[in-house]
């Protein structure tokens, strides 16, 4: 399995971007998909989170309102709507796959998810 990150880039506070992450290798409709993200100098962060169904959905609370997380098993690819961006959402965005579909564990922990993209950077300027 592979996991291909994309959509990054250099935006102002209050503006929108999507995060793109195409899957390749397996068999796409039947993974958990989760967006994780790294500041700087900090540890790595859950940012959201899709089963296999596309019926769980999870966020972390910075997130809330703003991020939306979806999936297009047609185009075997996970989505990271992100609006009305802070400053503080600069980081490496990773997208991760768990094979299982989210179905056990906490979807927020990174040991749940056995393949990981390479990351794209987002930086939002103030």
């Known amino acids: 399995v592979q996991l291909q990150a994309s959509g990054g880039g250099l935006v102002q506070a209050g503006e929108s971007l999507r995060l793109s992450c195409a899957a390749s290798?397996?068999?796409?409709?039947?993974?958990?998909m989760g967006w994780f993200r790294q500041a700087p100098g900090k540890e790595r962060e859950f940012v959201a989170s899709?089963?296999?169904?596309?019926?769980?959905?999870y966020s972390v609370d910075s997130v809330k309102g703003r991020f939306t997380i979806s999936r297009d098993n047609a185009k075997n690819t996970v989505y990271l709507q992100m609006n009305n961006l802070k400053p503080e959402d600069t980081a490496v965005y990773y997208c991760?796959?768990?094979?299982?579909?989210?179905?056990?564990?906490?979807?927020?922990?990174?040991?749940?998810?056995?393949?990981w993209g390479q990351g794209t950077q987002l930086t939002v300027s103030s």
């Open positions: 991760a796959a768990d094979l299982a579909g989210l179905r056990w564990g906490l979807p927020s922990n990174g040991r749940n998810y056995e393949y």
């Open positions: 290798g397996g068999t796409f409709s039947t993974y958990g």
């Open positions: 899709i089963s296999w169904t596309g019926d769980s959905i």
